[in-house]
T-cell receptor, first 111, second 115 residues
Framework: DQQVKQNSPSLSVQEGRISILNCDYTNSMFDYFLWYKKYPAEGPTFLISISSIKDKNEDGRFTVFLNKSAKHLSLHIVPSQPGDSAVYFCAARYTGNQFYFGTGTSLTVIP | DAGVIQSPRHEVTEMGQEVTLRCKPISGHNSLFWYRQTMMRGLELLIYFNNNVPIDDSGMPEDRFSAKMPNASFSTLKIQPSEPRDSAVYFC?????????????FGPGTRLTVL
């Protein structure tokens, strides 16, 4: 059973506009959430994270929002750049080192 | 640092054959993770090691899969016998001591195709 879901397999955005990637989870015991970015033929690389005690974390153009009551996580990229085109994975930690990943959203930023 | 190294990058084999995937973690990292990526299930954690000891292998799909970490600089994931449904990209990742959350560094992956 998929405990972390990314329901949009793909997203296209114009350069300079905002990209919003969404993630839903089912387990209220998750205590830490992460976003990873993956280019073709490469492994995922860590992008940004947020603890369950916070509702927002910002790092440059990237902001992650957490809505615990809705069990919803989102990643905002502003402004979007062509180099942001990649697959983005949402991940959640249960206990210790047990991580659950979503199926990924492929973002295409159109110049 | 060279990063996490995985070999081979691509593997094509026939059903029933044994497959061994290899991983060299980043020097100084004491946690190692094996993941499998499929379109349907995304990235699944198969097993992880802490200080060369397997901590959680609940993600290993069945007895055909086994993983070892004989020392801090090497790990293997073995599938015997392989089946077509094992076709996927397998990633190895490692993390630094005391930072088990946001510092998992992934290798480039091994794309396995079982015919």
């Amino acid at each position: 059973d998929q405990q972390v879901k990314q329901n949009s397999p793909s997203l296209s955005v114009q350069e300079g506009r905002i990209s919003i990637l969404n993630c839903d989870y089912t387990n209220s015991m998750f205590d830490y959430f992460l976003w990873y970015k993956k280019y073709p033929a490469e492994g995922p690389t860590f992008l940004i994270s947020i603890s369950s005690i916070k509702d927002k974390n910002e790092d440059g153009r990237f902001t992650v929002f957490l809505n615990k009551s809705a069990k919803h996580l989102s990643l905002h990229i502003v402004p979007s750049q062509p180099g942001d085109s990649a697959v983005y994975f949402c991940a959640a930690r249960y206990t210790g080192n047990q991580f659950y990943f979503g199926t990924g959203t492929s973002l295409t930023v159109i110049p | 640092d060279a990063g996490v190294i995985q070999s081979p990058r691509h593997e094509v084999t026939e059903m029933g054959q044994e497959v061994t995937l290899r991983c060299k973690p980043i020097s100084g990292h004491n946690s190692l993770f094996w993941y499998r990526q499929t379109m349907m299930r995304g990235l699944e954690l198969l097993i992880y090691f802490n200080n060369n000891v397997p901590i959680d292998d609940s993600g290993m799909p069945e007895d055909r899969f086994s993983a070892k970490m004989p020392n801090a600089s090497f790990s293997t994931l073995k599938i015997q016998p392989s089946e077509p449904r094992d076709s996927a990209v397998y990633f190895c990742a490692s993390s630094r001591p005391g930072t088990l959350t946001d510092t998992q560094y992934f290798g480039p992956g091994t794309r396995l195709t079982v015919l």
